[in-house]
């Protein structure tokens, strides 16, 4: 059986940094196994600029983002394997996985990160009435058809739910010669950033229809039109103010989910608010020896700030492999509404600090984020503005996390 | 010059101020930005908005293996359609390097237009 240090499941920007950082930090006999047909993942279907801004200061497409990474990855030597399907991972440490040349393996680790992304929310996950014709596709779908193979994947589209892609897509579409009628958004407030609104939709004059909803596909082979209705705060559609659009294609863009399917057969515990793994500031899972970063832990908005976290998992998964040290005591991180969920999930204590990642699920405005540790308040900071869709940072200082009554609390003060 | 008047929702940060900007005459007008860089945002999007203009083209006759190009500078908002002509005319035979020219200074506005990945 084959050994490795380090076997890194996933080879997108995720998987990508934290085997780098791992051997920056002195691991070798690392292994990226990869579903694709190449290193890279979605940033290689992500032909739009605008990535690493925050990382390299510089606006790069998805696959020269990657490449940096790739050559990378190159130089340190850090063996990897494409098209190859990780199948499990078992208790004594093995991967299981498989390809068309090697067959089936059993490699043997002493650590493991997951990096396997996430995937979109198909049509059946929000239920919408009507025919199931052709021409129903996630936009995620859509993007890979047009940018990697080429394919139109229809001429007059109605794109449901404002998440990035969904905003990406109707930009592409309409430089590709195609009319995209609208972008409808069942929430009062995009989920898509604020750049992609202007630079996609406003640039060419394409509709933001918030609070709406598609209530009912038609067609029989093909989409022949689609039923949109305002929705009321409950998000039920107001009755007669339906509008029909005549279009061939509808593309879906209402969400992500992490692919942690290798988790769950692991039985590694799952937060059901983001549906990734549950971690401690290390990024370690409830199975010692396997960590997570990237959107299989919790989706992010941009890749800048998935690589940074994945250095972060990497080099801790270095310092669990070469033995220094685990933590023993942890403090569990809590929260409520407005914030919708926070990424790690416990912190471990000790020296250092640790960095927190949450989101809301509405726009905060002239609010304050308090942080309290057990018998007091560490921190207070001012928020003037917080979108759903930009994920939030905050550093806490651990020392300030008191002993005795182990915990965090973060709480948003003076919500209007 | 003709005068002009936009409300301008800033990107460069989460705060997404509504930017008034104006023309009148050669002297511009820009308030409610918060910051500089708010400023220097209206400015350029009252003047002359520019934008990166991205897409793919075919390597090898092969209309089903795409290469991933770009401008090499942002362009103005009004020529994308233009750039976007110009590179449907465009194929590449391999190997291609990323950063390859593959249109010079393409419909006439200075960029060029840059292989964005490689070929393999």
Known sequence: MKKYSLIVVGGGPAGLAAAVSASETGIDRILILERGRRLGGILNQCIHNGFGIHYFDKELTGPEYANRFIKLVKRRGIEYKTETTVLDITGNKTVVSINQEDGLMELQTDAVIFAMGCRERPRGAVTIPGTRPAGIITAGAAQKMININGYHVGERIIILGSGDIGLIMARRLTLEGKKVLAVVERMPHSNGLARNIIQCLEDFDIPLLLSHTITEIRGKNRVSSVMVSAVDEQYQPIKGSEREYECDTVLMSVGLIPEIELGKRANMLLDPRTNGPLVDDAMQTSIEWVFACGNVLHVHDLVDYVTLESRKTGKAAAHYILQRGTAEHYAGVTYAAPISYIVPQKVALGEGQAELFFRTDRVVTNAEVVVAGGQGEINRIKAARINPSEMQRLVINKEKINGLKPVLEISIEGVS | ?120
């Open chain 2, 1 to 120: 010059m003709t005068d002009l008047r936009k409300t301008i929702v800033c990107i460069r940060c989460p705060l997404g101020c509504e930017i008034v900007a104006e023309k009148r005459e050669d002297i511009y007008k820009i308030q409610n930005n918060k910051c500089t860089k708010g400023w220097d945002y209206a400015f350029s999007e009252l003047t002359n908005p520019v934008r990166y203009v991205t897409s793919t083209i075919a390597i090898d006759h092969n209309s089903a293996h795409r290469l991933p190009v770009r401008t090499s500078l942002p362009v103005p908002k009004d020529k994308m359609f233009a750039v976007m002509s110009a590179i449907k005319l465009v194929e590449v035979t391999t190997p291609v390097h990323e950063g390859q020219i593959l249109i010079k200074n393409v419909a006439g506005t200075e960029a060029d237009i840059i292989a964005s990945g490689c070929s393999s």
